[in-house]
């Protein structure tokens, strides 16, 4: 065993050269005696051993440069008893947000609830929609069952002058606010109340009644929207979705209606001008944005996401690398080069991608590994790197078998398999670390219009994750095939799928969650269809 440990140490803990020895030893001396170092040393410039052209850069480099010539990693001993462990998830109990909607109907108000509710849950914080007109709904069916009365929701009942259903809407709209409240205090982080409040007397309400709770926060969102084309597609989505208002109406006779309904709102709306409050105002989503005391790390991250989003039609395609000769041997990671079949799909891809995508404007963008850009080389458009599109880096198993680690490490092996999504390789990340780096092209991915993404199988996983909705618990086991194109559409309320499997062979490299007997779910059901009634009543 000792012998073991002297391999392990000579393997990941290297004698340090004379060079590195002395770089130690002044820097020992740096903290001994502070004020024999100049205050620019200390304060921002290296010692001349660190800076460029220094020999411990020199020395960097090279290491670094020698690590990336073989995409064969070497077999850690198995003298190393455990590879990795489980990520906690964040702490976010302390988060506790009211992100209260203001605009008239048909300005996108649900859009950018939806959207925000996505993203946030995408990054693990508990986010909830409480929309009151589900409520109403839901209430009026609910009375419709129970008494065979039928409520008239058509343009009178929002009528300012209709003292009755004023009054009903306020309690509607008081009474989701009490609910949202109810589910933040339970340990949920943000609350998204989605109605007009649209008058500064209801949002004073909403102020005061969320200030009488401790930890507890508010900021408006105020949508805004004068583009006479958007208001219309937003109205004709209304009254062609199975909207209950407008159940067995015909669809001139409901776009009249609807439309007499947002005159009665005008009638008293009032923009946010209130100096007091916390508020965004988004103009034609993205063109205009407003911000007025936001605060603190949460907020300003709502706030950067809101203001990066447009309404522009789109197609995000994603797709993983050709299969390289990683995947035909069995191995995990590394930086291979792509197989015989891999080079076949990367040929054959630029047909494909003009069929679908015709004259309009596209950009590719690849992780910076070999495998990837290969697989884009054939392609004339122009093309985007990242360093955030890598693979999940499997730290110590990296250009190992699945095989090769069971035998290795069993215990680390059956725990991953318990709880793939929170478990980090020793050395390397998790698929919760693969999110967070993620991020930023969530954000550069909402800013933009057509975009091809050539990525690896938990980069695809978890972009597929956020457009779709899905939940972290299945992340790690969404089947994403080699030689497969993803086209999705973003829509209003979700995101239609395509899929184009091109006739060149390939391994399959997924595996199913351990127990399961679940078919993995190739396609996900279209989730662009509004809900009208929810769950909150």
């Known amino acids: ?31 001994d005696d502070t004020d024999a170092v100049p205050d620019s040393v200390v304060r921002g410039h290296p010692p001349a051993i660190f800076r460029a052209g220094g020999p411990m850069l020199k020395q960097f480099d090279e290491s670094t440069a020698s690590s990336r010539k073989s995409s064969q990693a070497p077999t ?22 009211v992100l209260a909607m203001v605009g008239l109907p048909a300005r996108g108000k649900s859009y950018l609830s939806n959207k925000l509710m996505r993203y946030l849950k995408w990054l693990e914080y508990d986010v909830q929609v409480f929309n009151v007109g589900q409520l109403r709904r839901s209430r009026a069916h609910r009375k419709a069952q129970q008494s065979g009365i039928l409520e008239d929701h058509t343009s009178s009942y929002f009528s300012h002058n209709n003292v009755e259903a004023t009054k009903l809407r306020e309690q509607l709209a008081e009474d989701s606010l009490e609910m949202l409240i109810r589910w933040l205090k339970r340990g949920g982080n943000v609350a998204i109340h989605d109605a007009t409040n649209s008058t500064r007397m209801r949002r004073a309400k909403i102020s005061a009644r969320v200030a009488k709770e401790k ?19 937003n109205v004709a989505l209304k009254v062609s979705s199975g909207d209950p208002d407008y159940k067995d109406l015909p669809r001139e006779v409901a776009e009249r209606d609807f439309l007499r309904r947002i005159k009665e709102y005008e009638a008293v709306y009032e923009t946010i001008t209130e100096p007091h409050l916390s508020y965004l105002r988004i103009t034609d989503v993205g063109n205009e944005v407003t911000l007025s005391r936001i605060n603190g790390y949460l907020q300003s991250r709502i706030a950067f996401y809101l203001m990066n989003l447009h309404v522009k039609p789109r197609n995000i395609f994603l797709s993983r690398h050709g299969e390289s000769q990683f995947n035909v041997e069995g191995r995990i990671g590394g930086d291979s080069l792509l197989s015989e079949r891999g080079l076949a799909y990367a ?15 596209l950009i590719v963008w690849t992780s910076t590994l070999q495998r990837t850009i290969q697989t884009a080389g054939e392609l004339p ?8 599109l890598d693979e999940l880096d499997a730290g110590v198993c990296d250009g190992m078998t699945y095989e090769e680690i069971e035998q290795a490490y069993p215990e680390d092996f059956a725990n991953r398999d318990e709880d793939k999504f929170n478990y980090r390789y020793r050395g390397g990340e998790s698929y919760r670390d693969v999110v967070v780096r993620l991020e930023p092209v969530i954000i550069e991915l909402e800013r933009q219009e057509n975009i091809l993404i050539f990525g690896h199988q938990a980069i695809i996983r978890c972009l597929y994750a956020y457009f779709h909705d899905l939940p972290q618990a299945d992340l ?12 999705l559409t973003p829509k209003a309320y979700g ?9 060149i062979g390939a391994v399959d490299t997924h595996r199913p969650k351990p127990g399961s007997t679940v078919s993995p779910l190739d396609v996900v059901p279209s989730t662009t269809k509004r809900e009208y009634f929810g769950t909150n009543t």
């Open 1 to 31: 065993m000792d012998q073991l440990n002297e391999d392990h140490n000579r393997v990941h803990f290297p004698i340090l050269s004379s060079e590195l020895t002395a770089a130690l030893g002044a820097i020992e001396d740096m903290a």
């Open 495 to 503: 995101c239609d799928e395509d899929r184009y499997t091109l006739p």
């Open 381 to 388: 458009y122009p093309k985007l790197t990242w360093k955030s």
């Open 347 to 361: 040929r054959a891809l630029p047909e494909l991608v003009r069929k679908n995508i015709g004259d309009a404007p």
């Open 215 to 233: 930890g507890m926060s508010v900021i408006f969102l105020e949508s805004i929207c004068n583009d006479p084309a958007v208001i219309a597609a």
């Open 476 to 487: 790690p086991y969404i089947n994403v095939p080699l030689h497969t194109v993803i086209k």
């Open 76 to 97: 850690p001993p198995r003298s190393v008893v455990g590879i990795g462990n489980k990520v906690a998830k964040p702490d976010y109990s302390e988060a506790k947000i």
